[in-house]
């Protein structure tokens, strides 16, 4: 895999940069700034200084305007500060000349969550997965990555040693993508082969926003052993488990989380691995409802759904980590009355919303699980009376 890898080095010290477009307000870039924080953390890093800048639109040399720029570079200048994290994507030309204006090293939220996944990727196929989008990240970025070598002017004399580096690099780097590409598909091919071999049974898709819970409610439904953690993208790897509700079986997959501004090129090569989303028969849509901005969260995730077409599927959405909810909604002094009209309101609404196919769980601590469980049973009869109508011992 490549170098890039390992472009955060353990406790580094971090600042972020976000900017307020005409389409977007402080307190949504905040909340996005937020989000990459965390990112940041999950990382290595530490966000130790947040910059926001109003702009119409990003400038084309610095993305920032110049005065930010100098305002910056007054606060990292004697300070150990080694990264700054921009939270939209730059091209080459950005990043090398802001690395020149502060002498720091410079990222965007691409280049982050790359460096996140190719930590996590532990399999063949995730690694290649990885290691593809890597390369169509970097393959555009080339040029300003290597300004600093062209010579200046223009005419006899001036196609200098920069240049032909580049063109080598760029060939080597197609060279690589078009091999990856063709080891993707030889995986995708095997991988298929797996999905067909499962034999005749309903399929059962985890998606969410990333770090919603998915896989411990894997381990609540499945009964297995699944990695769990409080990072984003603990799961890259699709786990699938054979669960038996009543005598009825299904098969149930968990999947890589979704993101706000997920690079396309991930979603391009991480493909064969959402091919068990397209071909699932129903989604398990888990929501952090403990989360502030859950309600975006949902919209990326239908978003997305929708990029991958495979948004006209059955649906049981899952609002997790009621537990959190009530932690951050109820004051200690509010009597119970009051906080039960809260959660009915609040329940009502999203059952209006979803036509009734949503359940309200605390994964954590086990709570509802027998009701969601119950949900999932009766989808998945419903969907084998429809696909399979022969297979009636699965129906009752």
């Known amino acids: 895999m490549l170098d890039k890898k390992n472009i955060i080095q353990k406790e580094e010290k971090a600042v972020l940069v976000g900017l307020v477009q005409k389409d977007q307000t402080e307190i949504q870039v905040h909340e996005y700034l937020d989000e990459l924080a965390f990112l940041a953390e999950t990382a290595g890093a530490t966000a130790v200084k947040r910059f926001t800048q109003k702009l119409p639109h990003p400038d084309s040399r610095t993305f920032v305007g110049k005065g930010k720029l100098e305002e910056i570079k007054r606060y990292t200048d004697g300070r150990d500060i080694g990264l700054l994290i921009f939270d939209d994507e730059l091209s080459g030309s950005q990043i090398s000349n802001i690395e020149k204006e502060l002498n720091l090293k410079v990222i965007d939220r691409s280049d982050l969550i790359l460096d996140i996944f190719a930590r996590r990727a532990k399999t063949a196929q995730a690694k290649a997965q990885v290691e593809l989008a890597q390369y ?42 078009s091999l990856l590409r063709k080891r993707l598909a030889e995986i995708d ?9 499962r034999g005749e049974f309903i399929r059962v898709a985890l998606v969410g926003y990333t770090n919603v819970g998915k896989s411990t409610l894997m381990t609540l439904l499945s009964k297995s052993d699944v990695f769990a953690e409080n990072k984003l993208f603990a799961t890259l790897d699709t786990t699938t ?31 064969s691995t959402l091919d068990e989303v397209r071909e699932a028969d129903i989604l398990l849509h888990v929501v952090d409802i403990g989360h502030p901005q859950y309600e975006d969260h949902i919209k990326v995730v239908q978003t997305t759904l929708q990029e991958l077409k495979a948004y006209d599927k059955p649906v049981i959405t899952i609002f997790n980590k009621m537990d959190i909810y009530e932690q951050h909604t109820f004051d200690p002094w509010l009597e119970d009355e009051i906080k039960q009209q809260i959660l009915a309101e609040l329940k009502e609404r999203w059952q209006n919303e979803l036509l009734g196919n949503c359940v309200f769980v605390a994964a954590t601590e086990k709570r509802n699980i027998d009701t969601l469980r119950a949900t999932i049973l009766n989808k998945v009869r419903h969907q084998y009376q429809v696909r399979y109508p022969y297979k009636s011992e699965y129906f009752y």
């Open 189 to 197: 091919k095997q991988s298929f082969t797996q999905r067909k071999d």
């Open 136 to 177: 169509q990240y970097i393959l555009p970025r080339l040029r300003g990555m290597w300004k600093h070598l062209e010579r200046l002017g223009g005419g006899i004399g001036t196609r200098g040693p920069g240049e032909t580096e580049i063109e080598t690099d760029r060939r080597i780097v197609r060279e690589k993508i």
């Open 241 to 271: 488990r054979k669960v038996v509700f009543e005598a009825t079986p299904f098969l149930l997959s968990d999947t890589v989380g979704f993101i706000r501004k997920l690079p396309h090129h991930l979603v391009e090569s991480f493909k």
